[in-house]
């Protein structure tokens, strides 16, 4: 039996029996245990992770998969205490392709930090946290969710109270402007397509927000979706579906040739590329799929159309991967259910060692995933 494979029996022993009788503590101490036995044979080092965040909220109950997308501000400062007292290297997108095209060695806890979706959360609490620390970050940005309003609105450090909703023009180029900071296409609209006929679900007061996507292809402001109406009547029946910039929609029964979705993908990407050049007044070529979701076919036309760097790859951004394709690791709250902040902090350092290629993390987040499905019920709809 291996080092790795009695790391992983004991975190397994961990989780089902002693955890279930006394508790988190004895999971945790058992998985500290299985990492000594997991020692420097479960260590591939080289990985660099991009690390994904979505809300940074104190009230994030406007959106119907916070569960899975938001975390307490709280939670994020912990996050970026780990980085500092950990002595992680934060690159920016532009450091970390400079550094490679120059054939520079990245520094062996090195990592990226990513924001998806635009929310005005970020400018009050994501924002002024990383400006605290000087760390840098790429923030994601819907052509369609643009928020319609003027002016700065107030941080969290200046009383603001209402977290709903997505950063305006004048709040997306300030933080642009920010040289730890860069601003980046996030698509058009982050709308999803029905790709089967048959229903898994009908439209309910209580459900539709969960299956919003839907109804969001093609032009115009969605900045207040969350508001209502329903964007269907009730009973409406809801198909399986999947990113409308990777997959052929279902059409009167039929999916699109691949003319029709080749020439719907590339029009959304230039209309998305053009309205966020128009806000920022420079170039952008920079591209996160909705959903991190990418094909083949979808990338080919992203380059076509002038993104140079696209999300989406399934790897762990080492020396032999393309560094224009970016893996990434998703990053939620109550990471092992409820638990402490120093817990939170416990399992965001091992989803990062993990990225990483410090397998030997690999018991703790096993551990933490189990825990928190037990706590929480799966996140449903489409924007889960």
């Known amino acids: 039996m291996t080092a790795t494979s009695l790391g992983f029996g004991a975190a397994m022993l961990a989780q089902e029996g002693l955890t279930a009788s006394l508790g988190w503590p004895v999971a945790l101490f058992i998985a500290a245990i299985c990492l000594g036995i997991a020692g420097h044979t479960a260590h591939k080092p080289g990985g660099v992770p991009v690390i994904v965040y979505h809300s940074v909220s104190r009230d994030a109950s406007w959106l119907p998969w916070a569960r899975n997308t938001s975390v307490r501000p709280e939670v994020f400062l912990r ?29 062996r806890k090195s990592v990226m930090i990513h924001f998806d979706d635009g929310y005005l959360d970020n400018w009050m609490s994501a924002v002024p946290i990383m400006r605290r620390y000087g760390t840098p970050a790429a923030f994601f940005a819907s ?17 603001a109270t209402d977290w709903r909703g997505y950063m305006n023009a004048d709040e997306l180029r300030e933080v642009d ?26 439209l309910t007061p209580e459900n539709w927000r969960s299956h919003a ?4 292809l093609g032009q115009g402001d969605k900045s207040r979706w969350f508001e209502g109406p329903m964007p269907a009547p009730e009973g409406t029946p809801v198909p399986p579906s999947d990113s409308a ?14 003319a029709a979705f080749e020439a719907r993908v590339r029009a959304s990407l230039i209309r998305a590329r ?3 050049e128009a806000v920022l007044g420079r170039n952008v070529d920079f591209l996160c799929w909705p959903f991190d979701r990418v094909t083949n076919q979808s ?15 399934r790897g762990e951004n080492r020396e032999t991967e ?52 037990r706590h929480f019920t799966p996140p449903v709809g489409p924007g889960a």
């Open 79 to 107: 996050h970026m205490e780990v980085l500092r007292r950990k002595r992680w290297t934060v690159f920016s997108r532009e450091a970390f392709e400079a550094a490679r095209a120059r054939g520079l060695k990245i520094p």
């Open 143 to 159: 052509a369609d969710f643009i928020d319609p309003s003027t002016g700065l609105r107030p941080t969290m450090y200046e009383g």
């Open 177 to 202: 402007a920010d040289p730890l900071f860069e601003v980046a296409c996030h698509g058009a609209d982050h709308a999803r397509v029905p790709v089967e006929s048959a229903a898994v679900a009908t």
């Open 213 to 216: 996507p839907l109804w969001w």
């Open 245 to 258: 910039l990777t997959s052929p929609a279902l059409v009167d029964g039929q999916p699109e040739d691949r």
């Open 274 to 276: 053009h309205r966020l």
């Open 299 to 313: 990338a080919a036309i992203a380059r076509e159309v002038g993104f140079a760097t696209l999300t989406g790859g």
């Open 322 to 373: 393309d560094p224009l394709f970016l893996s990434r690791t998703h990053i939620n709250d109550f990471a092992a259910g409820p638990a402490p902040l120093w817990v939170e902090g416990l399992v965001f350092r091992a989803k990062i060692g993990v990225a990483a290629g410090n397998y030997w993390w690999l018991p703790v987040t096993t551990w933490a995933k189990r825990r928190r499905a």
